[in-house]
């Protein structure tokens, strides 16, 4: 069974940090570009950031650029987030997907998604 799995999320105070993991089971990340998706509540879901299949590129949205840094490492099938910085703004559930044509803004152009994880910041 082809799975993106989220983990890292959790409480943190305005400021603070937190590292998101996204592995993957079933299949090898190598040949996809991952994207990390946000959904706050009552609000759509947006593109956070993503990385191609090399690493060699990656993109941001203009709310989390100079924060929020996205990384992969294929050999341990891993893609991770690390956010700096974090504001209340980036409460939300955090989602990794997977895109075997590159990095696109929408989500519906991603094929597999992890059930997600809540990051809330908050003091």
């Known amino acids: 069974q082809l799975q993106l799995v989220e983990s890292g999320g959790g409480l943190v105070q305005p400021g603070g940090s937190l590292r998101l993991s996204c592995a993957a089971s079933g299949f090898t990340l190598n040949y996809f570009a991952i994207g990390w998706f946000r959904q706050a509540p009552g609000k759509e879901r947006e593109g956070v950031s993503c990385?191609?299949?090399?690493?060699?590129?990656?993109n941001y949205a203009d709310s989390v650029k100079g924060r929020f840094t996205i990384s992969r490492d294929n050999a341990k099938n891993m893609v991770y987030l690390q956010m700096n910085s974090l504001k209340p703004e980036d409460t939300a559930v955090y989602y990794c997907?997977?895109?075997?044509?590159?990095?696109?803004?929408?989500?519906?152009?991603?094929?597999?998604w992890g059930q997600g994880t809540q990051v809330t910041v908050s003091s």
């Open positions: 990385i191609s299949s090399s690493g060699g590129s990656t």
């Open positions: 997907a997977a895109n075997s044509y590159g990095c696109r803004p929408r989500s519906v152009d991603y094929t597999y």
